[in-house]
């Protein structure tokens, strides 16, 4: 059971600090990990504070996970020593239910294992993520990695790329389509950059007036500042599709009446507290409020060859490990251009 280094939180008001965990030794399918970069998911933060109020301490945050490969199992087929990989959300799921059959692991009937804070499907202890040296999983939830790309930059595709691009391909985001994206971080720029090399023309809809440059140079056609009440009629009956990407509460009846007849918002971003929805919001129009959760291991793989050939990364700060709390303050002032990525070597 190999020691390794890792920073952790311990409560849910208590900063992140450094800790020491137990990997397991690789079994016969497993792939060992070498973390060169993890990326900073909000999720990480709603997590480490207990935001969804099902977090067990102690909590070793980050799923956005490349690096080499270190070691395999005698009955791994798909990676060697040396291979560059990638590891994001999920790291098990049942792989008999419906869902899982159907490449849908994220939604697996009989529980999918987060990357961290979640229970082994064996029953052997918590998974921990990827603010750490190193990581251990099946190779059936490894991402193969070009050596050609970006690694850091490339690291944020493993959550932030994924959980955008799956609901743009399930609603078949293309030419002739009017997309919002809202709210501008780290999944939001992922968003942009995928609505517009599908061919949609894209809209940033965004609360921070400095953030308009940004959007343009990512490729939107358009900005709307939301809280501007003139902006924001402008574009009322407008979209087809709105990806809601935002951390906090919002208004959601606001964007549902920016929606044309039979017009859906997605909900991607997961707020703390509920907010109200007013069935007027949806008869009106006959509008679908709906959400989505990651994307399944085959289509991370899709999206991942999707950005090799189109040269999509992440625009990315790099931190060190010990940054970590300072960033987690500059998430929460939407502060970040438009994802941290950790450098591992500085644990
Ligand atoms: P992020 O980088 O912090 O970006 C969130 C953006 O939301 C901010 O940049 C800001 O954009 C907007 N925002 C923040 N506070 C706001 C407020 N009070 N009012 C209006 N807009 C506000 O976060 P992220 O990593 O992209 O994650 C976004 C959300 O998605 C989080 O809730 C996260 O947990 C969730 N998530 C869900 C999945 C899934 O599978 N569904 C996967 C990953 C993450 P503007 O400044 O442009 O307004
Ligand atoms: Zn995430
Ligand atoms: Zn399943």
């Known amino acids: ?49 207990n935001e969804w109020g099902m977090t067990v301490y102690p909590i070793v945050p980050g799923h956005e996970i490349v690096g080499r490969v270190t070691a395999v199992g005698s009955a791994v087929t798909k990676y060697k020593v040396g291979d560059t990989a990638g590891i994001g959300c999920l790291v098990d799921s049942c792989r008999e239910c419906d869902n899982c059959k159907h490449g849908e692991e994220q939604y697996c009937t009989n529980g999918f294992v987060f990357s961290y804070g979640s229970m082994e499907r ?47 391909r399930h609603w078949k985001v293309g030419p002739g389509m009017k997309v919002g994206i809202l709210g501008l971080g780290g999944l939001g720029h992922m968003g942009v950059k995928f609505a517009v090399s599908m061919g949609a023309e894209v809209t940033m809809l965004s609360h921070s007036p400095s953030k308009q440059a940004d959007a343009e140079r990512l490729g939107a056609h358009k900005f709307v500042l939301t809280s501007d009440e003139a902006q924001a009629k402008s574009v009322m009956g407008y979209f087809d599709f709105i990806l809601d990407t935002v951390s906090a509460p919002h208004d959601y009846n606001m964007y549902l009446g920016m929606l044309r007849t039979n017009g859906v918002m997605c909900c991607v971003g997961v707020p703390p507290e509920p907010t109200p929805v007013h069935s007027m919001s949806l008869v009106f129009g006959r509008h679908t409020l709906a959400g989505s959760l990651i994307g399944g291991i085959a289509q991370t793989q899709e999206m991942l060859d999707y950005c090799a050939e189109h040269n999509i990364v992440s625009d990315i700060e790099m931190i060190r490990m010990d940054e970590i709390n300072d960033a987690y303050e500059r998430l929460l002032k ?14």
């Open 1 to 49: 059971m190999p020691a390794t280094k890792s920073y952790a939180a311990h409560s849910a008001t208590t900063p992140l600090e450094p800790w020491v965990l137990e990997r397991r030794d690789p079994k016969p399918t497993d792939v060992q990990i070498e973390i060169q970069y993890c990326g900073v998911c909000h999720s990480d933060l709603h997590f480490a504070r």
């Open 334 to 347: 939407g502060d970040v251009r438009y994802r941290f990525v950790i450098d591992m070597a500085s644990l």
């Open 122 to 168: 064996d029953g052997s202890g918590m998974t921990y993520g990827g603010y750490s040296k190193s990581i251990v999983c099946h190779e059936d939830f490894v991402l193969k990695i070009s050596d050609n790309v970006d690694l850091a930059a490339t690291a944020p595709l493993l959550c932030a790329g994924i959980t955008t691009y799956s609901p743009l």
